[in-house]
């Protein structure tokens, strides 16, 4: 492959793209405000491409299809699960946690929110909060870093070493550069490729494969059981596949997008937009693995190219149906999700860093520029820290990301459901919350009980914690009584 190739020159563009949105990005960029959440600015739109870009990485085009190729249609579970925990995201949090950060104090984070909802004066919940987003986002980070290594070392063929920093230098550079905005408005570009790619590539294998009817044939041909929902499926693993969708109440990267919109009446339309979004791409992943049963059982002679590994469906497909030029900008969709998400989470770790730590604690008088230079600072710093991680594709600290996911939703999950729904929720009850989450998943994913996915213990146990440490304690001060009931008044006017 040669540097004028059409894979290289739409790569090229697509970063170059993305570097530009940065750099404007950087003049819209004056407060940590600014940097952190946009200045709560987003539209519906943006609001809604946003927090899908942000929600799917790269296992949307690569792991999802690799599951439904290998397995066939009863690995779809996990996905009917994240549609339904994301629409009940977008209806039951989206809207109150965008006025609530509004109403106390103007929180920027979730711990800051954290703080002042609950008037933790001691900050234990702001310290344990921050430290949890750190330690499970540099391992996320470091996911995403080897995922854009593996791409950049498959698609060019150079050295995993070498990839890993081209990977992950365009990332970085936008985002230290232009903050949220950046991020949000790369985000937008990101997720109309990640759609576009989605719906036109199982369009085209499917009219190759011969249509509709020859297409079902050919799948249900290389086995009977590819179309059956249930195949080999249990009660324990329909639940645990289901349960992923628990995980979106407690997403810090996704909750930031709704903390950022416009206002609360911007919420509905941004739902609309966000779910038809989500359930659009995940049926075309869906799409992609099943056709590409149909593609390799007709052409066995090609099935060689995703025999050693069925999560380059997406990408052998691209390679043999298209122009190499639309190819090109398919698999640039790959990249998009990759960087999507590896981007707001570099970001929520900054902003941990900075509101939480060097504002909170180190420099409570800090100006604005400082605060933004801060912000930029800690982002690269997360990343050296990743890419670290990252160095040693095979290291053990990668396997925490297995059940990252899990952790932010059960520590953090039902501590924002019942801070937005429970008038009588306390300090205690969301510090209790927060610890039997964290260690109920941790201490589950060691055992193995049942075969159970950690998110459903881990949520049920701090949500019991919420409600018993809340109702054993002193009650809520006057002061959060009526905050919480202004906030209800503030959503009845906007319609959210």
Partial sequence: ?????????????YILGMLGIGFAAWRHTRSLDDYILGGRSLGSFVTAMSA??????GWLLLGLPGALYSGGLSESWIAIGLVAGAWCNWKYVAAPLRVYTE?????????????????????????????????????????????????FEAMFQVPYAQALWL????????????????????DTVQASLMIFALLLTPMVVMIASGGPAASVALIEQANPGNLDLFKGASLVGIVSLMAWGLGYFGQPHILARFMAAESG???????????????????GAVAVGLLGIAWFTAHPDQAGMVKANPERVFIALSGLLFNPWI????????????????????????????EDFYKGFLRPAANQRELVWVGRLTVLLVALLAIWLASDPDSRVLGLVSYAWAGFGAAFGPVVLFSLGWKR?????????????????????????????????????????????????????????????????????DGA
């Fill in 1 to 13: 492959m040669t540097p004028s190739s059409p894979l290289y020159i739409t790569f090229a563009i």
């Fill in 52 to 57: 899908g870009a942000s929600d799917m990485s």
């Fill in 103 to 151: 109403r106390t104090a103007n929180a920027l984070t979730l711990p800051d929110y954290f703080t002042h909802r609950f008037e933790d004066r001691s900050r234990i919940l702001r310290v344990l909060s921050a430290i949890v987003i750190l330690v499970f986002f540099a391992v996320y980070c470091a996911s995403g870093i080897v995922a854009g290594a593996r791409l």
């Fill in 167 to 186: 990977g992950a230098a365009a990332t970085i550079a936008y985002t230290v550069v232009g903050g949220f905005l950046a991020v949000s408005w790369t």
């Fill in 265 to 283: 009446a911007a919420i509905p339309a941004a739902r609309r937009i966000g779910m038809t979004w989500m359930v659009l791409c995940l049926a």
């Fill in 327 to 354: 190819a090109g900008v398919l698999l640039s969709a790959i990249l998009a999700a990759i960087m999507s998400t590896l981007s707001c989470q570099l970001l929520v770790c900054s902003s941990a860093l900075t």
């Fill in 425 to 493: 929720m306390t300090r205690n009850g969301a510090l209790a919350g927060m610890v039997v989450g964290a260690v109920t998943v941790l201490v589950w994913k060691q055992a193995g009980w049942f075969g159970l996915y950690e998110m459903v213990p881990g949520f049920v146990f701090a949500s019991l914690a919420i409600v018993i440490a809340s109702l054993a304690g002193p009650a809520p001060s006057p002061a959060m009584l009526e905050a919480f009931d202004e906030v209800r008044g503030q959503l009845h006017r």
